[in-house]
């Protein structure tokens, strides 16, 4: 089972809100940065997500199995989490992610580089120096 943070949780849950909100308003929805970064630690697969659906386990975000084509859609946290992997491992939450990148940014440049993990690295590149 994978855990979030409650502050991570409420995020997700506000920016599902907030799409919600603007699809009955029939107005432009959001364009978050993803909150949530899942992969495999023996695997290329990796989600990064944006939204949590009421329900509590509908993500939305982009899922890059590994395959070459990350695309965007909706993923089950459950369904992720009881992944079993050699080595008796699973699915890990990436903890130290963070992004100043909008989902549509990560989208664009993951299809163009081939994947997530490729995508991340060239705008990590791309993020000013600090103070």
């Not at 993803?34 to 993500?59: M, R, S, Y």
């Amino acid at each position: 089972m994978i855990r979030l943070p409650d502050d991570m949780l409420a995020a997700l849950l506000a920016n599902g809100a907030a799409t919600r909100a603007a699809q009955r308003r029939d107005t432009r929805e959001p364009d978050p940065v993803p909150v949530l970064k899942l992969f495999n630690p023996v695997g290329a697969a990796t989600w990064l997500a944006t939204e949590l659906d009421e329900d509590g386990d509908t993500l939305f975000g982009l899922a890059d199995l590994g395959f070459g084509c990350p695309e965007l859609g909706s993923f089950s946290l459950s369904e992720i989490g009881s992944a079993r992997l050699p080595f008796g491992l699973g699915i890990e939450r990436d903890e130290d992610f963070s992004t100043p990148f909008a989902l549509s940014v990560w989208a664009d440049r993951a299809r163009r580089e081939g994947s997530i993990i490729a995508a991340e690295a060239v705008l990590r590149s791309e993020i000013p120096p600090g103070p």
